[in-house]
């Protein structure tokens, strides 16, 4: 499985970016695809995930501000973030798990400036 994730970029607090991810598999789909990030001199840490039946897991720290969606046809996550803070920085990776085990994508940078 590879994923391969897009959208990162800097921008001012209150602004929005969207990062996408497409996950590439022999057959079938992720039953779970999703976002972690992980800021200097902290652990990764989970940011939103959704299984294929749509249920949803947020952090509590974007609650309201991060909407998570997919296209299981395409195998593919996004991640519509509004409202970010200087705090949302971060490097951002899609994950997704499958029959095969957890695989990690590419980090793709978002910064937010103050």
């Known amino acids: 499985v590879q994923l391969q994730a897009s959208g990162g970029g800097s921008v001012q607090s209150g602004g929005s970016l969207r990062l996408s991810c497409v996950a590439s598999l022999r057959s079938g789909r992720p039953d779970v695809m999703g976002w972690y990030r992980q800021a200097p001199g902290k652990l990764r840490e989970m940011v939103a995930i959704?299984?294929?039946?749509?249920?949803?897991s947020y952090a509590d720290s974007v609650k309201g501000r991060f909407t998570i969606s997919r296209d299981n046809a395409e195998n593919m996550v996004y991640l519509q973030m509004d409202s970010l803070k200087p705090e949302d920085t971060a490097v951002y990776y899609c994950?997704?798990?499958?029959?095969?085990?957890?695989?990690w994508g590419n980090g793709t940078l978002v910064t937010v400036s103050s």
């Open positions: 994950h997704a798990r499958s029959i095969g085990g957890n695989y």
């Open positions: 959704m299984s294929t039946g749509r249920i949803t």
